[in-house]
């Protein structure tokens, strides 16, 4: 009130008073940071500005923080960057554990082969990919089924599982090492530490370069 300012009213029935108001930078109506402060006169419902020197007085002996809800669109947008970096982080957590554990059973598969056990291979043959089925398994090596995929790939193979008989392989079986085959699979990294030769007379050799997908007990793993 302006007699708690000493400010003499003339008319003491009129009801006026000094208000202190928060200025501020707002988008869509959500403030984001403080413009100042203005000081404005009160009569009768309506604000009128206060002359400079009665300004200056006022900002002199009163003192008004700013409310900490000024800033509530920038601390929106502070905690909206924390969230999207902490998701962000948390996705590529999630991602690299998926990752690891991928590449744990890959090489799990590959070290320690079963009977039933299937691989599709990519060659330098066109067509190029091969479907293999462990047949047997001694010590450290694997004996191959092999048959070459001409019309179907590797999206049929999730559909159903590829069933086929003696008379259905062109070429004899093949005996390799784990150690051949894990080589010639990607595992931690996009390219294989070496390739893999198999001699297969009616195609005179081929050379895989990678084992892609490869599947145990009707279960899909790798890419």
């Known amino acids: 009130m302006l007699e708690e300012l000493g400010i003499k009213v003339e008319d003491p029935t009129q009801h006026m008073q000094v208000e202190v108001r928060q200025r501020c930078f707002h988008l869509f109506w959500i403030p984001f940071f403080s413009l100042g ?9 309506k604000l009128y500005n206060l002359t400079p020197e009665l300004e200056a007085i006022l900002r002199k002996h009163t003192v008004y923080k700013t409310p900490w809800y000024t800033y509530i669109g ?12 902490a998701n962000d982080r948390y996705e590529a957590y999630k991602s690299r554990k998926s990752l690891d554990e991928l590449q744990t059973t890959k090489r799990e598969i590959l070290t320690n082969p079963i009977t039933g056990d ?15 089925r462990v047949a047997n398994v001694k010590s450290d090596s694997v004996l191959l089924k092999i048959i070459q ?16 008989n003696d008379e259905d392989l062109k070429f004899a ?3 390799v090492t784990t150690a051949e085959i894990l080589n010639a699979t990607p595992i931690e990294s996009y390219r294989c530490k070496d390739s893999l030769q198999l001699y297969l007379p009616e195609l005179g050799g081929i050379t895989l370069f990678e084992i892609g997908k490869m599947r145990r007990n009707g279960k899909v793993i790798g890419r």
């Open 37 to 45: 402060k203005m000081y404005a006169l009160r009569k009768d419902g």
């Open 74 to 85: 920038f601390i929106i947008v502070f905690l909206g960057f924390i969230l999207y970096n």
């Open 118 to 132: 299937e691989y599709t291979m990519v060659t330098n043959k066109i067509p190029n990919t091969f479907y293999a």
């Open 149 to 164: 995929l001409e019309k179907r790939n590797w999206d049929d193979l999730r559909a159903e599982r590829i069933s086929f």
């Open 173 to 175: 079986p093949q005996w």
